[in-house]
């Protein structure tokens, strides 16, 4: 386990957890601002590269743990992005459909910035998020994020405008 919070835990992800990341990558519902769909084969690359930022970094996404019952309901973590000429640390999340409207995405983004803060000691953490993205928006509003910039980025389907939120330590 990386870290809990009152309601999940989190832990690395492995091979062994591909249909749920499936279940999220594959959702195109969940994944509506990739504008991508994505395959197998996009899923198992996905996967891997969490794999190796956690040996690169020490940190990437994570499996998110319900505790209640044990089943990875998303992943959420840290990762390193680029921004304009630049790299920030970023909380990402994403949740499978059914635990949508239960609070999880703020509390693991609480917790991951927490983490940001007090295990990598950063003095800043972000999140980029698609300018249409409201329930993102209100997740980083919520754990005191503000908007410091609005920039294009290119995604699977082409370039994209977003927001990067912030927080300081």
Known sequence: MILESERLFFRE???KDFQDLADILQNPKVMYAYGHDFSDDDVQIWLDRQIERY????FGLWALILK?????IGQA???IQPYKSTEVLEIGYLLKERFWHYGYAREAAEACKRYAFLNLN???????IKVDNAASIRVAESIGMRREDEFVTRYYSGDVLHFLYSIYR
């Open 13 to 15: 992800m492995n091979k």
């Open 55 to 58: 040996k690169k970094y020490g």
């Open 68 to 72: 209640e019952t044990s089943e990875m």
């Open 77 to 79: 973590g840290l990762t």
């Open 122 to 128: 950063a003095d800043k953490v972000c999140s980029i």
